[in-house]
């Protein structure tokens, strides 16, 4: 049998339970239609809420404690194999379309083509970007990022429709070899800004999530619970915020359709991923962005259909990114990753025996000398961090916005996560591979100053920019900058 062609679609910052096929009232046909086509793992977590972590943890199936990458600023060796590495050893062509945030010279890690240039800093030296995201630059960092809120054009917009465009007609082309493409946007990430008409929709749809006036337990977190967001601007950041996923929702579609088609002319039978790098609080714990381990912000979609995939598929087991490569090999009967913390599960996808397996998540923070652990297993989840005596189990099925801390209401259920956690926990590894990673960030930013980051001309998006950003008078916070 011929190599299907794998199409993945990836977005950044999609909670998946800001979906239709996850129960939401966002208007996301298209992925209902996939999650009716094929299997949907509905406990799929990153193995780091943060972009760059989380990107490299599945493009290597190694876990940050191996990597040392924790940060938007940390890389990867360029000698540290990908899935991708494996499946150009197996006959593909494997195509980045868009972003991956790859940080440094080696803007491939095992894409042997790049058709479309990344949006966000892939530099060490962290550039002015004011000439791609114009207005917006401001709002793309974490503490500022509700500042500018509502509905009309963006940058993400402006970069996501031109990733879209060139997919589309590279699908219009024939290719020789299978082909593993990845199409990858910057949306629904912040800026808080979607189509205007879309967020009007959802001003009158959404409601402020149950949690949006409770407080962090842990002191690494606190910082990020926002008492300068009103009720009525976290109302704007969600209508924003489900605007965006609807209109990434059509994108999505108009791939899809495209990729069938042409794999009908290619003969070939086909493989579609739907997935995000991590979720968004979008008011959870009047938070926005991700970092933490709470539901919102770790749990991230993930959608697979296409030939030889069971339709109609739950699987309620958990998962992790880390597992998407080992998944996608096996699946195409290429030669298995070494040496590895991601699992196949590519058997579930026909309706076998699950792979059951730890599923897990980690952080860093060097300033607070601690080390953050999550645990995933059926629907228990266990956080601890190692600066606090504080733990937190919860039953994320029952209670999906983890209002009640179950650790000294299950004490069986809580000795087995805790016993099962230390077993995977690597804080002392995570601190040393993670001071490596920032020495050498160090180094490398000292000498691109002096060098110049030639590689960034050919691989950075250079717009357009927009100039005004939101029509008024859709903007009424008072948080929002007039321009």
């Not at 990867?76 to 494996?86: C, M």
């Not at 030296?125 to 114009?134: A, E, F, L, N, P």
């Not at 190692?386 to 000795?415: G, H, R």
């Not at 804080?427 to 920032?438: D, I, L, P, W």
Request: charged residues 25%; glycine residues 6%.
């Amino acid at each position: 049998m011929s190599k299907p062609n794998i199409l993945m679609f990836m977005s950044d910052q999609h909670s998946p339970y800001y979906s239709g096929y996850y129960g939401h009232n966002v208007d996301t046909p298209n992925l209902d239609h996939l999650a009716e086509n094929g299997t949907v793992f509905n406990e799929a977590y990153t193995a780091c809420p943060i972009c760059v972590p989380s990107r490299t943890a599945m493009l290597t199936g190694k876990r940050p404690a191996e990597t040392g990458v924790f940060n938007n600023s940390n890389a990867f060796s360029n000698l540290t194999p990908t899935f991708l590495h494996h499946l150009v050893l197996a006959g593909y062509e494997t195509v980045l379309v868009g972003r991956m945030h790859f940080i440094g010279e080696d803007q491939r890690h095992g894409f042997t083509k790049r058709i479309a240039p990344d949006c966000t800093t892939i530099s060490y030296i962290r550039d002015d970007k004011t000439k791609v995201r114009g207005v917006y630059e401001t709002v793309y960092g974490g503490y500022k990022n509700t500042n500018l809120v509502g509905g009309g054009d963006s940058s993400s917009a402006y970069y996501d429709q031109m990733v879209i465009d060139i997919a589309l007609d590279y699908l219009k082309q024939s290719h020789d070899k299978p082909q593993f493409i990845v199409v990858s946007i910057y949306s629904p990430h912040h800026p808080y800004v979607g189509p205007k008409d879309l967020y009007l929709k959802y001003k009158e749809r959404v409601e402020l999530p149950k949690t949006f006036r409770i407080k962090y337990e842990y002191d690494e977190w606190k910082s990020l619970y926002r008492d300068s967001v009103s009720e009525a601007l976290g109302i704007d950041i969600l209508a924003a915020y489900c605007a965006m996923i609807e209109s990434v929702d059509k994108q999505i579609g108009d791939v899809y359709k495209a990729f069938v088609e042409y794999c009908q002319r290619q003969d070939r039978k086909r493989l579609f991923i739907y997935l995000s790098d991590h979720g968004d609080h979008v008011g959870d714990r009047r938070t926005y962005g991700k970092v933490t381990f709470y539901e919102k912000s770790c749990k991230i979609p993930l959608i697979m259909t296409g030939d030889n995939v069971a339709q109609n598929n739950m699987i309620n087991n958990a998962v992790s990114i880390m597992d998407v490569g080992p998944t996608i090999l096996e699946f195409v009967n290429a030669k298995e990753m070494k040496d590895i913390d991601g699992v196949s599960v590519a058997s579930s996808l026909m309706q076998k025996p699950f792979n059951t397996h730890p599923v897990y998540a980690e952080q860093v923070y060097l300033k607070e000398n601690s080390y953050a652990f999550m645990l995933k297993e059926n629907q228990y989840k266990y956080i601890t961090v190692t600066s606090s005596d504080k733990e937190q189990l919860f039953d994320t099925v029952n209670d999906p916005s983890e209002l009640d801390n179950m650790i000294d209401k299950l004490p069986e259920v809580a000795s087995r996560m805790r016993n099962m956690a230390k077993s995977k926990m690597k804080s002392e590894q995570a601190f040393k591979t993670f001071v490596v990673a920032e020495r050498n960030r160090e180094l490398w930013t000292s000498y691109e100053k002096v060098t110049g980051a030639l590689y960034n001309q050919d691989n950075a998006f250079k717009g357009p920019v927009p100039n005004r950003y939101l029509e008024e008078p859709e903007i009424k916070s008072e948080n929002s900058t007039e321009l």
